[in-house]
């Protein structure tokens, strides 16, 4: 009785959710400094590694083409343990898993397998896969993470008027969120759409979320009912405060992020395509407060793609997708 009552008010107050926050400039981070990684050799068993986490003394690592798609490592030693996850239907296979986690806390990592949600945990070293109820009815969801009370929010599709869509224990779906600005730069939906892509990650509470868009410096946090907490321009080089019209001329902003109770990790490239493919520079480790404050920047001395962070022992561990041999931690202390 409990759950429906807070799942009625949720729905009542989408309307009253509207309330636009003024926007909050920053032109600096607090501190800014630098991260040197050390290289550790790993076997010929990743291929194309996209994200990865950490479970218990496992790091496990998800490679994208592979046909067992998960690879255990021992966070400490980094010695290879063994592959779960096979490509099949089975009850502990996966179709196509996407490589954005659905939630990754100490009580849960769930990922999306289509429309199908599967939780990882391990149990006597060895990894259990178990599908969770799950009220999507969609053949595929973008950007799904779960938020408090089996409250989930994923992308509005590309030509949809409202940014989220909300989907609710029952089943019900709400679109609702406006983008930064409207169409009229770009002449259509699906044009403005694109150039605000953006990925999400949600407090270990979910009671509330953060949105960094990718070719733009903005980023919003918002709570269950959809209302905006924050929203944070920083106007910080290098980078544009409008976002280029030509698909090709837009900075690549934030391509990974990672949250803690306190803290919001993102992995930024801060260059264009032109400026990646030159290798111009390495990417930097930004760290905001739950408030959306920029609170450090790390620049980085090589090229990771996906990392996560292990708050305890400050090390930040990271891989390349080009890279199928190594896996690299920084020291943060």
Same mark, same amino acid.
């Given at each position: 009785?409990?759950?429906?009552?807070?799942?009625?008010?949720?729905?009542?107050?989408?309307?009253?959710?509207?309330?636009?926050?003024?926007?909050?400039?920053?032109?600096?981070?607090? $501190? *800014?400094?630098?991260?040197?990684?050390?290289?550790? =050799?790993?076997?010929?068993?990743?291929?194309?590694?996209?994200?990865?986490?950490?479970?218990?003394?496992?790091?496990?690592?998800?490679?994208?083409? @592979?046909?067992?798609?998960?690879?255990?490592?021992?966070?400490?030693?980094?010695?290879? !343990?063994?592959?779960?996850? #096979?490509?099949?239907?089975?009850?502990?296979?996966?179709?196509?898993?996407?490589?954005?986690?659905?939630?990754?806390?100490?009580?849960? =990592? %769930?990922?999306?397998?289509?429309?199908?949600? !599967?939780? %990882?945990?391990?149990?006597?070293?060895?990894?259990?896969?178990?599908?969770?109820?799950?009220?999507?009815?969609?053949?595929?969801?973008?950007?799904?993470?779960?938020?408090?009370?089996?409250?989930?929010?994923?992308?509005?599709?590309?030509?949809?008027?409202?940014?989220?869509?909300?989907? /609710?224990?029952?089943?019900?779906?709400?679109?609702?969120? &406006? /983008?930064?600005?409207?169409?009229?730069?770009?002449?259509?939906?699906?044009?403005?759409?694109?150039?605000?892509?953006?990925?999400?990650?949600?407090?270990?509470?979910?009671?509330?979320?953060?949105?960094?868009? *990718?070719?733009?410096?903005?980023?919003?946090?918002?709570?269950?009912?959809?209302? @905006?907490?924050?929203?944070?321009?920083?106007?910080?080089?290098?980078?544009?405060?409008?976002?280029?019209?030509?698909?090709?001329?837009? /900075?690549?902003?934030?391509?990974?992020?990672?949250? =803690?109770?306190?803290? &919001?990790?993102?992995?930024?490239?801060? $260059? *264009?395509?032109?400026?990646?493919?030159?290798?111009?520079?390495?990417?930097?480790?930004?760290?905001? #407060?739950?408030?959306?404050?920029?609170?450090?920047?790390?620049?980085?001395?090589?090229?990771? #793609?996906?990392?996560?962070?292990?708050?305890?022992?400050?090390?930040?561990?990271?891989?390349?997708?080009?890279?199928?041999?190594?896996?690299? *931690?920084?020291?943060?202390?």
């Amino acid at each position: 009785m409990r759950k429906i009552l807070v799942y009625v008010i949720l729905l009542a107050s989408l309307s009253a959710c509207s309330v636009k926050p003024t926007v909050e400039l920053y032109d600096s981070f607090n $501190m *800014t400094g630098a991260l040197v990684g050390e290289n550790h =050799t790993i076997p010929p068993v990743m291929l194309y590694p996209k994200n990865f986490f950490l479970k218990d003394s496992f790091l496990v690592v998800f490679n994208e083409k @592979m046909d067992t798609f998960f690879q255990v490592f021992d966070r400490v030693n980094f010695a290879y !343990k063994y592959s779960f996850g #096979s490509r099949g239907e089975g009850p502990g296979d996966f179709i196509l898993p996407a490589s954005q986690l659905v939630a990754n806390n100490p009580d849960e =990592t %769930i990922v999306l397998d289509m429309n199908r949600l !599967k939780k %990882i945990s391990f149990e006597n070293a060895q990894p259990l896969i178990s599908d969770l109820k799950f009220s999507g009815i969609q053949p595929f969801y973008n950007g799904l993470i779960k938020l408090a009370d089996s409250l989930y929010v994923c992308d509005a599709n590309l030509e949809e008027e409202c940014e989220y869509v909300f989907i /609710y224990p029952d089943g019900e779906l709400k679109k609702w969120g &406006i /983008y930064p600005e409207g169409i009229e730069r770009f002449g259509n939906l699906l044009s403005r759409n694109q150039a605000y892509s953006k990925i999400k990650i949600a407090h270990p509470s979910g009671k509330y979320f953060a949105a960094f868009y *990718t070719n733009s410096r903005r980023l919003r946090i918002y709570d269950v009912c959809g209302s @905006m907490l924050h929203d944070i321009e920083l106007n910080v080089l290098s980078g544009e405060q409008e976002v280029s019209l030509e698909a090709e001329k837009r /900075y690549i902003h934030a391509i990974a992020v990672y949250a =803690t109770e306190d803290y &919001i990790y993102t992995l930024n490239l801060d $260059m *264009t395509p032109q400026d990646i493919y030159a290798r111009k520079q390495f990417p930097s480790l930004q760290i905001f #407060s739950w408030e959306g404050k920029p609170l450090k920047q790390y620049k980085l001395d090589r090229y990771i #793609s996906a990392f996560t962070i292990d708050e305890d022992r400050q090390i930040l561990y990271g891989v390349f997708a080009e890279d199928e041999s190594s896996i690299y *931690t920084f020291n943060m202390k």
